[in-house]
């Protein structure tokens, strides 16, 4: 049965949230386990375990059956659910952010969706360049083609993100749209994260009225959000661009945590082909684990404070320094660099054993991996960045 209950919701503590998620991961285990799917969604079973225990509402707001978590789990669940699959700690950090998203929207849509559903799932396009609005009486006319839109087939709405071009002058804006007005492109097909169905999105044409609306060039002088007058938890102003990379970061920290339990499981069992020597006997072996470990537990710690840190700077300041906005954006491709140096040590780790397709190590290893790719953690773009900030305090964005 659902947990709709709206009282027992509004209360939950973050604490209580970890262990519900905390409680999944066997579950999600065993379903993976007795269920090869090779379809692109996550299955039905896991996502009715997720309604139940409410964790697709940990940032949607209270009055609409959330629990406006602090910031911190941004990080923590889907990196807990990624302990179990990398997949659904994917599009369990996906539809979180999202919800959190709709609640700066106007009133009116968030009423529109939550009102007739409130355990209603969101997609979304989120690659302004991939679409563009002109402005007409009433909203705007869109057309696009977006990329990566994970969950897409399992939820009835999803934003677009989009070039609004008003007389001449680019806008940075997003769109909620219900799955009657969009056309899903069934073009996932991937080595990892195979289940989060990131498929293409297309739109021609679309007229979508201004209620539904909302622009994000944040640091305009006359940026407003239209639905912070009514969800007043400063949560919703932590500024997506610079740390929503947190969330899926945690995902790869998560799959690499599931890829080192699996990897014990096996050592344990396991002796060597060639000098039938227990493997859980090999000196080399209890250094290459605290490598890994090490990297998975730094990661985890990085990417957790700086959830914290920023909800207290939003509640001091009201807002963010651009210098901890990279700094954000930065620790996140860290993060997930070191993160891949613990995959690829437990690849060598498994040896040629490690290449096998039925292998659920390898799965798992290729999730991660998979994850990686995300523009968030490119260390190229994120370390640049804040570096030449550092030294020449000249970046500058109308989104970050």
């Known amino acids: ?22 409680s999944l991961i066997p579950k999600i285990r065993d379903i993976k ?26 940032f949607q707001p209270r009055q609409w059956g959330g629990w406006e978590l602090d910031f911190e789990a941004w990080f923590d669940i889907p990196e807990i659910i990624s302990r179990a699959d990398c997949s659904t700690g994917w599009i369990v950090a996906n539809m979180a952010s999202h919800h959190r998203t709709l609640a700066v929207f106007d009133e009116r849509i968030q009423t529109e969706i939550w009102n007739d559903n409130p355990n209603a799932l969101i997609a979304a396009g989120n690659i302004y360049q991939q679409g563009s609005a002109k402005k007409v009486e009433g909203g705007v006319i869109l057309s696009g083609l977006w990329n990566f839109c ?21 806008d ?55 639905g912070i007058g009514h969800n007043r938890n400063l949560m919703y102003q932590i500024p997506t661009a610079s740390i929503g990379g947190h969330g899926l970061a ?78 954000y954006k930065r620790n996140a491709a860290y993060a997930v660099k070191i993160i891949l140096e613990s995959v690829s040590i437990m690849q060598q780790v498994c ?6 397709n039925g292998s659920p190590i390898t799965s798992a290893l290729m ?25 020449k305090n000249d970046f500058q964005s109308l989104t970050l």
């Open 351 to 356: 040896g040629a054993n490690g290449i096998y």
């Open 1 to 22: 049965m659902l947990k709709d209950n709206l009282n027992e919701i509004s209360v939950i503590s973050n604490k209580d949230a970890n262990e519900r998620a905390l």
């Open 250 to 327: 945690g995902c790869a920290i998560g799959g690499a945590q599931l890829c080192l339990d699996l990897l014990l499981e096996w050592i344990e069992k396991r002796s060597t082909s060639t000098s039938n020597m227990k493997m859980s006997d090999i000196p080399s072996i209890h250094n290459r684990l605290g490598e890994i470990a090490s990297r998975i537990d730094a990661a985890r710690l990085i990417l957790r404070n700086d959830c914290i840190e920023v909800e207290r700077l939003m509640h001091e300041y009201e807002e963010v320094s651009t210098n901890n906005k990279l700094k």
């Open 33 to 58: 386990s007795n269920n090869k799917s090779t379809g692109t969604n996550v299955s039905s079973d896991i996502l009715d375990l997720l309604h139940q225990e409410g964790l697709f509402r940990y």
């Open 172 to 226: 940075w804006h997003q769109c909620i749209l219900h799955k009657s007005e969009y056309e899903i492109l069934n073009d996932w097909d991937t080595f990892g994260m195979k289940q989060t169905g990131s498929c293409s999105v297309k739109i021609d044409n679309l007229f979508v009225p201004e209620y539904k609306l909302q622009s994000f060039s944040v640091n305009r002088d006359d940026h407003t959000f239209k």
């Open 150 to 170: 994970s969950g897409i087939e399992i939820s009835d709405w999803s934003f677009f993100a989009f070039m609004l071009d008003d007389k001449g002058v680019k």
């Open 367 to 391: 999730d991660v991996q998979a994850c990686s790719s995300h523009i968030h953690f490119n260390q190229d773009m994120q370390f640049s960045q804040w570096g030449k900030n550092l030294l």
